[in-house]
């Protein structure tokens, strides 16, 4: 009799902690701490640094200090092509970058640098969180490694030169740094310059040296990166809206838990809020500050440029098709939603 009691009482036992166990494996691991890399290319004076350290901190927040971001600056693991790789691969969990700079993954992102797309941040940002075309695009991301998680800002594109630029005509004959992106390459080759791709953390010093004349980056960059310093003229033709989405790795992804994909997709939303404010509010003091550095600062006839860069449509056309129109009608909704 108290054998086999002694069996039941056992066979109970085994049987409670074979329930209990796994249970228990899956509290660990929910309690286990965790640490992400995130690379970006700015420089530590850069809205897009401070923001990376605000999602870093907001993580550690929301996961009382469970998750940590580490988070690297100026390209110390990498450019943006081989930071987005990366991604991909699984090797490094997050990076920031132009949208353009993900076309290599999903080519018809290549049409957000259209010319003259939108006409201010209200238009952008309507653009970025409202289009349904934009939004099958990124949806096609995680079928490549990578998962859009935000949207940053970093404003629109304009010319910083060593010569003066006035209108397309001062453009002739002369070279001009672009990332590798054929949009910004078609656009720079309609307005008369012959496109010189150079990883962003090589620009100051190609200008430096003479191998091109120039470069093109929205405010915010050209300050942060100090290209000014080297190309004195600033010709603000803001020919490209440029904002900057954050991705992280599918694989990286996959690994969390559901609650610490929601804390870091709550920390990346307020990432983006904190970064759309600060670069909309410090273009005018970023400029005045370039300026006092030595920068002269033109305001060109935009109407000169955007009759110039008119055959980038059509060549836009002839490859993607009707995805220009897609992209064309949700521009246009931004733009009456942004006026009412």
Known sequence: ??????????????????????????????????????NHTDTPSGTRHLAAELFAQRV???????????????????????????V????????????????????????????????????????????????????????????????????????????PLSSPADAQGKKM???????????VQAVGYEP?????????????????DGQEN??????????YEVAPNI??????????????????WAKLSKA???LIDKAADESQAFSRTTVRQQDERNLQQMQAAGAKITRPDAAAFSNAMKPVYEKARAKYGTDVDAVLKDSELSRSSAKR
Request: net charge positive; charged share 15%; hydrophobic share 40%.
């Open 177 to 187: 740094r672009v990332f590798p992106n054929e949009m910004i390459q078609w656009i």
């Open 260 to 262: 610490d994909q929601q």
């Open 235 to 252: 010709a603000l033709t803001q020919h490209v809206y440029s904002p900057l989405p954050v991705v992280v790795s599918e694989q990286s």
């Open 218 to 227: 929205p405010i915010d960059t050209i300050r942060a990166l100090r290209f």
């Open 1 to 38: 009799m108290n054998r086999t009691i002694f069996v039941s009482v056992t066979i109970f036992f085994i049987a409670l902690c074979a329930a209990w166990m796994p249970a228990k494996a899956q509290n660990t691991a929910q309690k286990q701490n965790i640490t992400l890399k995130f």
């Open 196 to 212: 010189v791709v150079i990883p962003v953390t090589e620009v100051y010093s190609a200008i430096q040296q003479g191998r091109v």
């Open 60 to 86: 550690a927040q929301l996961s009382n200090g469970r998750i940590k971001v580490m988070v690297f600056h100026s390209g110390q693991l990498g450019n943006d092509p081989q930071s987005i790789k990366l």
């Open 88 to 163: 991909s691969e699984g090797k490094l969990d997050f990076t920031v970058s132009a949208t353009g700079s993900y076309a290599s993954f999903v080519p018809q992102l290549n049409l957000t640098a259209l010319p003259y797309l939108v006409g201010s941040y209200e238009e952008g940002w309507r653009f970025y969180d409202q289009s349904p075309w934009l939004k099958e695009q990124f949806d096609k991301l995680p079928a490549k490694g990578l998962r859009h998680l935000a949207t940053w800002e970093a404003g629109f594109r304009s010319f910083t030169t060593k010569s």
